[in-house]
């Protein structure tokens, strides 16, 4: 991606109503069209109000949220929605879940013991973020790690404090417009669905890359 102000809306990779009956069409559409949308119109918007130079010595995101902390607030929360959904998106696919096969499924079950005692951490992540987050698995130091960030943060945010960094192996977002329509507010049935579809060749790409 390049750091101009050009974004836009990532093409989805199946119809809004794939995911049913675990993710119901209207908020796929309305997570979709018009949340995510309108990350990317913001970002773009934020991106004008920058310095050129600071412009031409960004050129990706990723750039970015290595010096995030640098960065005006409308980059850090429009930037990190845009960069989150894409790949939240990439994680799911119809007919999805089980359990994750090869590098990643070994180094789940090494990490965590078992893969439901993985599922019962990233699903406690899951819970317990206060408010509006994300949940995530990722690589740290070579080690499989649970956490969450808050907002849109993610883990390639280099911030101040000590927060959640790694490489992104798993995400799911936990904001209310991600689940309200089908589970008013039983995240936890919201949490238990996404197991139905995930899509674990694209977390071992993740992972492996």
């Given at each position: 991606m390049d750091f101009q102000g050009?974004?836009?809306?990532?093409?989805?990779?199946?119809?809004y109503d794939a995911l049913e009956p675990h993710i119901d069409k209207m908020t796929m559409e309305i997570h979709y069209s018009k949340h995510h949308q309108?990350?990317?119109t913001n970002l773009n918007k934020a991106i004008e109000t920058l310095d050129k130079n600071v412009?031409?010595?960004?050129?990706?995101?990723?750039?970015?949220?290595?010096?995030?902390?640098?960065?005006?607030e409308a980059i850090r929360n429009n930037g990190g929605g845009h960069y989150?959904?894409?790949?939240?998106?990439?994680?799911?696919?119809p007919n999805g879940g089980g359990t994750p096969k090869g590098k990643l499924g070994?180094?789940?079950?090494?990490?965590?013991?078992?893969?439901?005692?993985?599922?019962?951490?990233?699903?406690?992540?899951?819970?317990?973020?206060?408010?509006?987050?994300w949940?995530?698995?990722?690589?740290?130091?070579?080690?499989?790690?649970?956490?969450s960030t808050a907002n849109q943060d993610n883990p390639l945010m280099s911030l101040r404090g000590k927060g959640l960094k790694g490489k992104p192996v798993l995400a799911l977002d936990v904001w209310?417009?991600?689940?309200?329509?089908?589970?008013?507010?039983?995240?936890?049935?919201?949490?238990?669905?996404?197991?139905n579809v995930v899509n674990w060749e694209a977390a071992e790409t993740l992972f492996n890359s």
């Open positions: 050009n974004y836009s809306l990532p093409k989805l990779p199946y119809a309108a990350y990317v412009v031409e010595h960004s050129k990706s995101l990723e750039s970015i949220f290595g010096k995030m902390s640098k960065f005006p989150n959904h894409s790949l939240f998106w990439s994680l799911m696919k070994d180094a789940i079950t090494s990490t965590f013991g078992s893969f439901d005692e993985f599922k019962k951490q990233f699903s406690d992540a899951s819970m317990k973020r206060f408010g509006s987050g949940a995530w698995l990722v690589v740290q130091d070579g080690k499989l790690v649970i956490g209310e417009h991600a689940y309200y329509l089908k589970n008013q507010n039983r995240r936890a049935d919201y949490i238990a669905s996404f197991w």
